[in-house]
């Protein structure tokens, strides 16, 4: 891969079909690799079902998810030259999953003993159409997303690392943190790093999926939405104008612009990336409420809040959390891929009615690099 550097790679080997993969992982009905998948948090590796259908949910997914384009030329060497293209397209990089007890999952089987310990069941709140979730986020990485592809994804395909978020919060965010002070929570982002770490993660055909969040280890802030207080505080003015409705690039500048003038000790402009989650609500505070949704829309909302803690706040999820991503629904059935920009009534019929009040995603970050000549042909034939 020429990934904006000088190096271009020609791509001779584009692994096993699709065909072949599924036999040997999946067993074609035995247990083939994920038989002998070892366990990760508190509960057995990802079962069986579950990966098999996250093995088949990716390549389904190509043709509205990968959305590949050629977006210009890249040059290598001393004596800069055509080398190859530049590509546009999005990445498979995690699974996220939203479900109504604590430590309960769609992708782990629930029959260890232990692992549903201490579990609640989480109500509706009242007449008001609302949900509230626990969230889970597991990060898929290029060696896992080769094996899930069936070697797919080395064909052309950037990398990972042209998604890659260093964590870094908008002026705005550090503007309000240093106006008005984080509320105190229960544990530091430093201390569930920490635990998440010491969870470790769930195997799949020898591959690792780290779990990045876990809502249950973030309880305290999950319910109370306690380290966000500030920030909300601060956007609330900013929600009905820029969450009701997908609003135009040159009017979200023009409301941002007024920022200090309706009191607001946020410094500058901000975008809706800074405010809402696409049309379906605000971003903040990010807890486990979605009051006036739908279960889909507002399982939606949760886990798109979860990646967003992982990546800013707790620093295990170092990929780019924002609207231009695109999330693919993985259960109660698998689909296609929507933006969280989307009108909410297509995003809640792509996800479907859960008879269970689980949900899982795939979800799917914009990437950006060089592909060499050589290799394009591979990309091509992939996507």
Partial sequence: MCDGASDCVDCTDCGDSRRSFLKGVLGLGGMGLLGSAGLGWPGPGFSQEAAGELATAIPRGLPDCFDHQVVG????????VPCG??????LPVAVVETVKDQWDSVLIPGDAG??????????????????????????????????????LSQCGWCS????????TSSSGLDSVE????????????????????????????????????????????????CRDLPRASARAALVPPMCAVRVPDYLRDAISSYVPDIGSPITGGISTDDVCVG????????????????????????AYRAMHLAEKDIGTFQ?????????????????????????????????????DGRFAFIYWASVTCCISFQEYGCTVASG
């Fill in 73 to 80: 030329i890249c040059f290598c060497g001393p004596i800069p």
């Fill in 85 to 90: 293209f530049r590509v546009r397209h999005y």
């Fill in 114 to 151: 232990g692992f549903l310990s201490g579990t609640r069941r989480l109500d509706t709140a009242g007449t008001q159409r609302g949900a509230k979730f626990e969230a889970h986020v597991w990060r898929i990485d290029d060696n896992l997303r080769a094996l899930l592809t069936g070697g």
């Fill in 160 to 167: 990972d690392s042209s998604a890659r978020s260093f964590g």
């Fill in 178 to 225: 240093s106006a008005g002070g984080v509320v105190s929570c229960s544990g530091s982002p430093a201390s569930i790093a920490a635990a998440l770490n010491s969870v470790g993660a769930n195997p799949i055909g020898g591959f690792d999926l780290p779990l990045v969040y876990a809502s249950e280890l973030d309880n305290y802030h999950w319910h109370t939405g």
């Fill in 279 to 302: 049309q379906l609500g605000p971003l903040y505070p990010r807890q486990m409420h979605g009051m006036g949704k739908t279960d889909p829309t507002a399982a939606v909302v949760t």
């Fill in 319 to 355: 990929i780019r959390v924002n609207q231009d991503s695109k999330f693919q629904p993985l259960y109660p059935n698998v689909n296609t891929c929507f933006r969280v920009t989307d009108d909410p009534e297509l995003i809640e019929s792509k996800i479907g009615r859960s008879d």
